[in-house]
């Protein structure tokens, strides 16, 4: 049974478009959301965190959570090649402390 | 604020051995997590700690693998014996308030077992 589901990519865009990352989850009690972004060689590092319906927006950086469709994504606009990097998505696991991983979607920014 | 440290970064040794792996997390934080990743399985949850005491180790993959967390500052991640199949990257990761809060990773260890 997966349990956050992301599809691994590579997903190619060309710079200054928008790169939209997908992910799903299987536990309908999860609360809590996340996309990190990792660098190869590096540890993750944290993007965004969503906890309710609706999106949320940083920067350049857009989550959008559907908790009825157990669906999250992440909407990068106007990217820079510095955004080439795996993007992990992030569940806690039904009303638990346990944070699970998807395995992450490999973005390459065309310059 | 020093972030999360973790020792050491790279980790060679034969099938076998013994491996241990430390982690300080960041000062403050209660939850301690540790973590593996792999190319084919991703970055998978092996073991979380809350007030130094283990939570969930489903994830831990067989008795040859054992973490503790002996105070609020210091935790290890011991290997024994050491098999091929456990080369990966080892992350230790820090938050509060559990899953209300975002993960804070170390550098990693990288580990070679041959």
């Known amino acids: 049974q997966k349990e956050v589901e992301q599809n691994s990519g590579p997903l190619s865009v060309p710079e200054g478009a928008i790169a939209s990352l997908n992910c799903t989850y299987s536990d309908r009690g999860s609360q809590s959301f996340f996309w990190y972004r990792q660098y190869s060689g590096k540890s993750p590092e944290l993007i965004m965190s969503i906890y309710s319906n609706g999106d949320k927006e940083d920067g350049r950086f857009t989550a959008q959570l559907n908790k009825a469709s157990q669906y999250v994504s992440l909407l990068i606009r106007d990217s820079q090649p510095s955004d080439s990097a795996t993007y992990l998505c992030a569940v806690n696991w039904g009303r638990d402390d346990k944070i699970i991983f998807g395995k992450g979607t490999r973005l390459h920014i065309l310059p | 604020d020093a972030g999360v440290i973790q020792s050491p970064r790279h980790e060679v040794t034969e099938m076998g051995q013994e491996v241990t792996l430390r982690c300080k997390p960041i000062?403050?934080?209660?939850?301690l997590f540790w973590y593996r990743q792999t190319m084919m399985r991703g970055l998978e949850l092996l073991i979380y700690?809350?007030?130094?005491?283990?939570?969930?180790d489903s994830g831990m993959p067989e008795d040859r693998f054992s973490a503790k967390m002996p105070n609020a500052s210091f935790s290890t991640l011991k290997i024994q014996p050491s098999e091929p199949r456990d080369s990966a990257v080892y992350f230790c990761?820090?938050?509060?308030?559990?899953?209300?809060?975002?993960?804070?990773f170390g550098n990693g260890t990288r580990l070679t077992v041959t």
């Open positions: 990761a820090s938050t509060w308030r559990g899953r209300n809060s975002p993960l804070h």
């Open positions: 000062s403050g934080h209660d939850y």
């Open positions: 700690f809350n007030n130094n005491v283990p939570i969930d």
